[in-house]
């Protein structure tokens, strides 16, 4: 395990480092790194600061894009690549976003179009991009009182991982299933 803070891009070319001297390639990079803060959770459209808007664009959005970035390389080396970026159902635009938790659910609306973009340009290569909404899962961030484990959480996070090679690309998927971004 290498700490890395998504923010500080040399964390991110540590653990890209890392990851060459450990292993030599890269096959699946799982984007699971996020955040919701306090303000956020509270807040309403408007009367969130700008600055926890900033912070949780850029772990949520900046972070998964600069993983996917400097991990690309390393990716197209490999035999075929997965890329799976964690998101949520409250940034479904296909879904009536309700208010509240905004600089959240944007964060995640634009994780979703960073994939879907990915994927677009990478589908001639044999690496998939695909967003997962794994649940409301039992974490520091979801509470205690969410009901799925981890484990459960992380089911459709290994079936978008391993997917065979004419798998989906560009797609939002929710309990192994693809659903409307």
């Given at each position: 395990a290498v700490a890395?803070?998504?923010t500080v891009p040399d964390d991110v070319a540590n653990l890209v480092d890392s990851t060459v001297d450990a292993f030599g390639r890269l096959d699946i990079l799982v984007n699971n790194a996020g955040m919701l803060s306090g303000k956020d959770r509270k807040s309403k459209?408007?009367?969130l600061p700008e600055d926890a808007f900033r912070k949780t664009m850029d772990v949520n959005l900046f972070g998964t894009y600069r993983i996917?970035?400097?991990f690309l390389s390393l990716l197209e080396k490999a035999p075929w690549g997965r890329i799976v970026n964690v998101t949520s159902a409250m940034?479904?635009?296909s879904d009536a976003?309700?208010?509240g938790y905004s600089a959240y659910r944007i964060s995640k609306a634009a994780v979703n179009a960073l994939t879907a973009n990915l994927a677009a340009e990478l589908?001639?290569?044999k690496i998939l991009v695909n967003c997962v909404h794994p649940g409301w899962v039992r974490t520091?961030?979801?509470?205690m009182v969410a009901p799925l484990s981890p484990k459960k959480?992380?089911?459709?996070?290994?079936y978008a991982a391993t997917l065979p090679d004419d798998g989906p690309t560009g797609k939002y998927i929710v309990k192994r299933q693809i659903q409307p971004f």
């Amino acid at each position: 395990a290498v700490a890395t803070d998504v923010t500080v891009p040399d964390d991110v070319a540590n653990l890209v480092d890392s990851t060459v001297d450990a292993f030599g390639r890269l096959d699946i990079l799982v984007n699971n790194a996020g955040m919701l803060s306090g303000k956020d959770r509270k807040s309403k459209f408007g009367t969130l600061p700008e600055d926890a808007f900033r912070k949780t664009m850029d772990v949520n959005l900046f972070g998964t894009y600069r993983i996917c970035q400097m991990f690309l390389s390393l990716l197209e080396k490999a035999p075929w690549g997965r890329i799976v970026n964690v998101t949520s159902a409250m940034g479904n635009l296909s879904d009536a976003m309700t208010g509240g938790y905004s600089a959240y659910r944007i964060s995640k609306a634009a994780v979703n179009a960073l994939t879907a973009n990915l994927a677009a340009e990478l589908k001639s290569k044999k690496i998939l991009v695909n967003c997962v909404h794994p649940g409301w899962v039992r974490t520091r961030m979801g509470t205690m009182v969410a009901p799925l484990s981890p484990k459960k959480g992380a089911d459709s996070i290994i079936y978008a991982a391993t997917l065979p090679d004419d798998g989906p690309t560009g797609k939002y998927i929710v309990k192994r299933q693809i659903q409307p971004f």
